[in-house]
């Protein structure tokens, strides 16, 4: 069994993460983040090292004490539009089939897992499903009501195999080398160690009902 502290854990990493990687001129979002991050030093059940939280915490300050037009010059150049190519385009279909599209094979399956979720469609206004910081509020949002609904455990373990796993590690990878301003550095190493720790989770509680030996998925 896990405990409910594990769980409101993951779910509250993944909300950072989430409002990390989104865009930083929205206020609200930032607002949110300022207050949740210092909140990572809180942390118990999650094997997280205490230096990626004191990098993060402290990184995202510092962008904060800063102007906040290098936060949106920086996230532009990274995410959204930089010569001759994009650095880190922020959708899963490119770090797992190395396309420059959009809403690739695993377009169902994610959508799928939004309706399972009881989500239309996802909460960020005018970005794709399958946007890395729409897909992380996903897992946020699955993670903590799969507390209160236990059919939800099997699609938050989906989101991971299926769809965050594929493109968590390349994508911090080529986040904490290409980015100039530490704090998005640092939500890379955040990033990065949290998936670590995700797919140990899951290969020690498997919740989707896997089906008998060369049989039909159940």
Known sequence: MVNDTLFLERAFVYKVLSLALYTPSDQEAQRELRSLAPRLWELSALPLSRSTVEYFVSSWDKAWSSSQEALRVEYTRLFVNDYPELKCPPFETYWATGQRTIYGSGYESLLQL????????????????????????????????????????????????????????????????????????????????????????????????????????G
């Open 114 to 217: 939004y309706r399972a979720a009881g989500l239309d469609r996802a909460p960020g206004v005018g970005l794709p499903l399958e946007h890395v910081a729409l897909e992380l509020e996903l897992m946020y949002f699955l993670v903590l009501s799969s507390l209160s609904k236990p059919e939800l455990l099997c699609p938050q373990e989906r989101l991971f195999a299926e769809h965050i796993s594929r493109w968590a590690r390349p994508y911090s990878q080529c986040l904490e080398a290409n980015a100039t301003l530490d704090a998005y550095k640092a939500t890379a190493r955040l990033l990065r160690e949290l998936a670590d720790a995700e797919e140990k989770f899951f290969a020690e509680h498997t919740f989707c009902a896997r089906g008998p030996p060369g049989g039909s998925p």
